[in-house]
């Protein structure tokens, strides 16, 4: 039994064929980092204010920010301040004083 040959039958046109090149797009141009937004206003947050949930959610952002940076020059400033400011938040949240307990009158 003879096999019918694939390209006798295809209409594809593999010579008409072109490789896909995204388009060239500016640093300014480019859509917005939600992540490493909230990664820095975390970061503060859980430093100044001493909050362990805003010091993780921070560290939780920035490992999103990096592992969807774009841009290194410019995003990796950026993400490596809100990096410190969570790992500087948990260190004095857990390893600080005590902070004074409020008082019932």
């Given at each position: ?5 694939a390209?006798?039958s ?5 010579a ?6 995204p ?7 480019m859509?917005f980092d939600?992540?490493?937004?909230f ?7 859980g430093?100044m204010l ?9 560290i939780?952002?920035?490992?999103q ?7 290194f020059?410019?995003d990796f400033k ?16 857990y390893l600080g004083p005590?902070r ?6």
């Amino acid at each position: 039994m003879k096999e019918p040959s694939a390209s006798a039958s295809d209409p594809r046109q593999p010579a008409a064929a072109k490789v896909y090149v995204p388009p060239a797009v500016a640093p300014q141009d480019m859509p917005f980092d939600y992540s490493g937004f909230f990664a820095v206003i975390f970061g503060v947050a859980g430093f100044m204010l001493r909050y362990k949930i805003c010091s993780w959610l921070a560290i939780i952002f920035s490992v999103q920010a990096i592992s969807n940076m774009k841009n290194f020059e410019n995003d990796f400033k950026q993400i490596s301040m809100a990096m410190m400011f969570g790992i500087m938040g948990l260190v004095a949240t857990y390893l600080g004083p005590a902070r004074p307990a409020k008082t019932q009158s």
